[in-house]
């Protein structure tokens, strides 16, 4: 199992890319019933997620940010993919391997899922920042990762995968991959990286004229080697260029040493460079004894083969390294090839749903819905044209109707607070409102939110809102009818008549006053300069004109 982590600030960012078609490749995947899945799909997670909102985890992630708003990346993100030659796992393992990763790396407790893509890989989204505001540490987490990711494996049966070490290799940038995958060269930095290290290794402890005679005759390719040499005299290290890796100005792209592998620094390649010769003897088999041979003769042939075995199998250790490279490039080369396999099984995969419903004697329906659908098209048409022969500023007053009923449901919505965990509630004397993001709306009492008046469902959070409003208004409409008269004071009732309000939807400002025809629009205003030019031009032709209580005239 192979583990990549990264954090970043925007949640919703993280929600639309996992959800997504995909970037380099797609996202797809055949669920038990073979079906295949476009985008992705949670299989587990502390943060409940509904068939009608999967994406709603993201907003559950921003309000825990926003608890501890000193945290700059709240957002932690791991994709673990299984190694080439493993099995293909369900959502329960994948989700039990999942649950494994968040208890070993202590984020058990925080809001995080894990959401399918593909076959063989799976995304672990986590909110750093849990609703309380306290945060997860995630220091060292590429190497605690990796612990857990062996357990992973021998507790399911999967391929075991070498950690890697602690020196880890300079990283290529996106721009480098980028122009790898285009041209198909493998990227100067992983190229070099394999075979400076080589050299290194065939060359330690014979000194700084060996290692660049080594790398001269590699048997990979070319290499360029440059020493930086400060002007006081003093050897700062090395730099590299392999042929035909050169900037628009067609100058060579020099690296240096120390941005291929930290190990490769002056300060430490000095060390291996200068220190002992490392001791490489072939077998005794391999080399015998010649007879009435000295020893120290013997030894000394079979340094000379011992260091000849060990340069040839560095190499191919090397060329080895430079393979696996270029494979992942033909690899991330043939994502488009695979972007339209997706594709194509989606279209067949729906051209075989289609069929399905024709051959069950469905056309008829589908087609009238369709017949029904343009009429109320065409419908909206002609009322549309209508509207804009009646009256002189059809799109003002639309766009003022727009306006005011936008700032009615922002007043509406304005009324109540967003919960920790999802969904909403507020407050009316003695009750409690609370919405979920699924629609699904009650009201308790305030002290105790066990003790349940009234629920229900609403296809929408808005308009789940606006029923509990006129439930709770009607059950306390209910109770003051009963409230004795001696209790009800000035005070209490203006208390109640201002609840009352509250809880009754915001009326949209009027704005009939825009809608009036050109005529009294004229009249009842000042005449502007545009008016004050049209009495200098000619008349307009006689036209028709709609009258609301007869045919047109």
């Given at each position: 199992?192979?583990?990549?982590?990264?954090?970043?600030?925007?949640?919703?960012?993280?929600?639309?890319?996992?959800?997504?078609?995909?970037?380099?490749?797609?996202?797809?995947?055949?669920?038990?019933?073979?079906?295949?899945?476009?985008?992705?799909?949670v299989i587990a997670g502390s943060v409940k997620?509904?068939?009608?909102?999967?994406?709603?985890?993201?907003?559950?992630?921003?309000?825990?940010?926003?608890?501890?708003?000193?945290?700059?990346?709240?957002?932690?993100?791991?994709?673990?993919?299984?190694?080439?030659?493993?099995?293909?796992?369900?959502?329960?393992?994948f989700g039990d391997i999942a649950q494994t990763v968040a208890e070993r790396m202590?984020?058990?407790?925080?809001?995080?899922?894990?959401?399918?893509?593909d076959d063989d890989h799976i995304h672990i989204a986590v909110s750093r920042v849990d609703f309380q505001g306290t945060t997860w540490k995630n220091s060292h987490d590429r190497w605690k990762v990796v612990e857990v990711m062996r357990e992973v494996e021998r507790e399911h049966g999967l391929v075991q995968v070498d950690s890697p070490e602690r020196a880890r290799r300079r990283q290529t940038s996106s721009?480098?991959?980028?122009?790898?995958?285009?041209?198909?060269?493998?990227?100067?930095?992983?190229?070099?990286?394999?075979?400076?290290?080589?050299?290194?290794?065939?060359?330690?402890?014979?000194?700084?004229?060996?290692?660049?005679?080594?790398?001269a005759s590699n048997p990979?390719?070319?290499?360029?080697?440059?020493?930086?040499?400060?002007?006081?005299?003093?050897?700062?290290g090395f730099s590299f260029n392999l042929p035909d890796y050169v900037d628009a100005a067609g100058k060579p792209?020099?690296?240096?040493?120390?941005?291929?592998?930290?190990?490769?620094?002056?300060?430490?390649?000095?060390?291996?460079l200068d220190g002992a010769i490392p001791e490489r003897l072939a077998t005794e088999s391999e080399v015998p004894r010649r007879p009435a041979e000295r020893r120290a003769t013997w030894e000394a042939r079979r340094s000379e083969v011992g260091r000849e075995q060990f340069a040839a199998a560095r190499w191919d250790q090397a060329r080895a390294g430079v393979g696996e490279v270029a494979g992942q490039i033909r690899a991330e080369q043939s994502s488009q090839k695979k972007w339209r396999q997706v594709e194509t099984a989606l279209t067949?995969?729906?051209?075989?749903?289609?069929?399905?419903?024709?051959?069950?004697?469905?056309?008829?329906?589908?087609?009238?819905?369709?017949?029904?659908?343009?009429?109320?098209?065409?419908?909206?048409?002609?009322?549309?044209?209508?509207?804009?022969?009646?009256?002189?500023?059809?799109?003002?007053t639309d766009v003022a109707k727009f306006q005011a009923e936008r700032a009615a449901k922002a007043a509406d919505a304005a009324k109540w607070t967003m919960v920790a965990g999802g969904g909403f509630s507020r407050d009316a004397i003695t009750l409690r409102l609370w919405v979920a993001e699924d629609g699904v709306w009650s009201i308790t009492a305030k002290t105790d939110p066990e003790k349940i008046f009234s629920s229900g469902q609403a296809d929408t959070v808005v308009e789940a809102q606006a029923a509990a409003a006129a439930e709770a208004k009607k059950q306390l409409q209910t109770h003051w009818d009963r409230t004795p008269q001696a209790q009800r004071t000035a005070k209490a009732t203006r208390a109640f008549q201002r609840v009352l309000?509250?809880?009754?939807?915001?009326?949209?400002?009027?704005?009939?006053?825009?809608?009036?025809?050109?005529?009294?629009?004229?009249?009842?205003?000042?005449?502007?300069?545009?008016?004050?030019?049209?009495?200098?031009?000619?008349?307009?032709?006689?036209?028709?004109?709609?009258?609301?209580?007869?045919?047109?005239?």
């Open positions: 199992m192979i583990a990549k982590i990264s954090t970043g600030s925007d949640p919703m960012g993280l929600v639309r890319y996992l959800h997504g078609p995909g970037k380099a490749t797609p996202h797809s995947y055949r669920n038990g019933a073979g079906r295949l899945i476009a985008g992705g799909v997620v509904t068939a009608k909102n999967p994406t709603r985890w993201g907003r559950d992630f921003e309000r825990a940010a926003a608890t501890n708003a000193k945290v700059r990346k709240p957002v932690w993100h791991c994709s673990l993919r299984c190694a080439p030659g493993d099995r293909r796992l369900t959502d329960t393992e202590g984020f058990v407790e925080h809001p995080w899922v894990a959401v399918r893509h721009g480098e991959q980028i122009r790898a995958v285009r041209t198909g060269k493998v990227p100067q930095r992983d190229g070099l990286r394999e075979i400076v290290t080589a050299a290194r290794d065939i060359a330690a402890g014979r000194g700084v004229d060996a290692f660049e005679a080594v790398l990979i390719t070319k290499v360029q080697v440059r020493r930086n040499v400060a002007s006081t005299g003093r050897m700062n792209i020099w690296l240096p040493a120390s941005k291929l592998v930290r190990g490769l620094s002056w300060s430490q390649l000095e060390k291996v067949d995969q729906d051209e075989s749903a289609r069929i399905a419903v024709v051959a069950a004697g469905q056309p008829a329906a589908v087609t009238e819905a369709a017949s029904r659908t343009e009429q109320v098209a065409a419908t909206t048409t002609t009322a549309k044209r209508a509207t804009a022969e009646d009256w002189t500023v059809p799109q003002v309000e509250d809880l009754t939807p915001t009326t949209p400002a009027d704005v009939s006053s825009s809608k009036r025809p050109a005529s009294a629009t004229a009249a009842s205003r000042r005449p502007s300069a545009l008016d004050q030019l049209a009495r200098l031009l000619p008349p307009d032709p006689p036209r028709k004109v709609r009258n609301n209580n007869g045919p047109s005239l």
